[in-house]
């Protein structure tokens, strides 16, 4: 069996402003407890991607040949990552009905 090399995992500073955005979103629209328990999902896929950040699939919208942009779907969300050959850059955590235009900003973002 082939062992995977664990990376660090590495929080850009946008999508700590994009989580207080969904944390807000859900607050009004569910309650504090569902905006707390999805918030506390997003959190367990993050710290996870130490070791599984080849199981997601690469991003559609960020196609590079080395398939550095992956993403993970929650819900009506994509949490955009990048593999680096040190670390996994979590770089937006979005809703997915924002133009693809915007999603393509996200190479933008850096650490």
């Not at 859900?26 to 950040?53: C, H, P, Q, R």
Request: some cysteine.
């Amino acid at each position: 069996m082939v062992e995977i090399e664990k990376k660090e995992v590495v929080l850009s500073a946008i999508f700590d402003k994009d989580l207080t955005q969904v944390f807000d979103y859900g607050e009004e629209t569910f309650g504090f407890s569902a905006a707390k328990i999805f918030v506390g999902e997003i959190y367990n896929y993050v710290w996870n991607l130490d070791s599984m950040y080849l199981v997601h699939p690469e991003c559609r919208f960020l196609l590079t040949k080395g398939k550095l942009y992956r993403n993970i779907i929650l819900g009506s969300y994509i949490i955009i990552y990048r593999i680096t050959p040190k670390r996994t850059e979590v770089l937006r955590v979005i809703n997915s009905r924002i133009s693809v235009k915007k999603i393509r900003t996200t190479r933008r973002v850096k650490l």
